[in-house]
């Protein structure tokens, strides 16, 4: 069963648990896993940020990773849309001035506007034809996503509650004070599949739930009818009818990586004050 996100339906639920919210973004990242249509699987940011504009390269944006596969279709809509015209005050961290949010697209990343309908694929929507919603997230997929924020001033302090974890974007900069380490990880990243349906096959395109297939023809000679029997059947995330070609991305195991981690944490560096732990 799929489930919609409106901004509304989310506001009212943080404000019944106490929530508070750096964005909207966040909101629906809350929301969504909260009632069980997405599991977020992995979660990083950056301590420190300072940038109060896009257009300087030279400042350092707020960044948030979020991982997550889908329970079950779940639609997130324009942020100032509301089906029931609905309108709730609600006060997101005023620190927070602007702020994006990406999806892994290739090799890179790609916006998704939570303030328009869907036009395309990499929102979960249909070729140049406009959505209500803004983005799909499609039951069985898993997603990597960028949240990107600035601030009105620099050196604010950004905290806010966020369910099972609590992101924190400081106004200074904060090193830890290790003694590190060197572990083996996992690498997970997205492969992407193909498959071509060639002649004398028929390939078939369901875009209502986004499969396709390959079938062929039968004859039959105990009744002289024909049928099609298929050869194959997968769900696509974006194809070409015209070359027969429909392709998937999946989320797996590519190899693995030596990273460096904290072992034990002697303290921190605040900019350049030494607070040592206990």
């Not at 969504?32 to 300087?56: H, L, P, Q, R, V």
């Not at 004859?219 to 974006?238: A, G, I, R």
Request: some cysteine.
């Amino acid at each position: 069963m799929a489930k919609r996100i409106y901004q509304q339906t989310a506001i009212k639920w943080a404000l019944v648990i106490g929530l508070i919210i750096g964005s909207p973004v966040f909101l629906y990242f809350a929301y969504s896993n909260d009632i069980g249509s997405i599991t977020i699987t992995n979660k990083n940011w950056t301590d420190f940020c300072n940038a109060t504009s896009w257009d300087n390269p030279a400042d350092a944006p707020c960044e948030t990773y979020i991982d997550f596969c889908v329970n079950e279709d779940t639609f997130w809509y324009p942020v100032d849309y509301d089906p029931y015209g609905r309108s709730t005050p609600y006060g997101f961290d005023p620190n927070v001035k602007d702020w994006k949010i990406y999806r892994s697209w290739g090799k890179g990343w790609r916006e998704i506007p939570l303030t328009i309908p869907c036009t395309g694929t990499w929102c979960g929507g249909k070729r140049n034809i406009p959505a209500l919603y803004s983005v799909a997230w499609r039951k069985d997929k898993c997603y990597s996503t960028k949240i990107l924020a600035i601030k009105n001033n620099p050196d604010d302090d950004i905290f806010w509650s966020f369910g099972d974890f609590d992101p924190y974007w400081y106004g200074y900069n904060v090193t830890k004070l290790c003694q590190w380490k060197t572990e083996t990880r996992q690498v997970y990243g997205y492969v992407t599949y193909e498959y071509t349906c060639n002649a004398p096959y028929i390939p078939k395109w369901n875009q209502a739930i986004e499969t396709a297939g390959c079938f062929e023809e039968v004859w039959h000679s105990s009744n002289s009818s024909w049928t099609q029997e298929k050869l194959f059947e997968h769900h696509y995330d974006y194809g070409y009818p015209a070359n027969k070609t429909m392709y998937w991305v999946l989320r797996e195991l590519i190899g693995t990586e030596n990273v460096t981690v904290c072992a034990y944490l002697d303290g921190f560096q605040i900019s350049n004050k030494i607070i040592k732990s206990s």
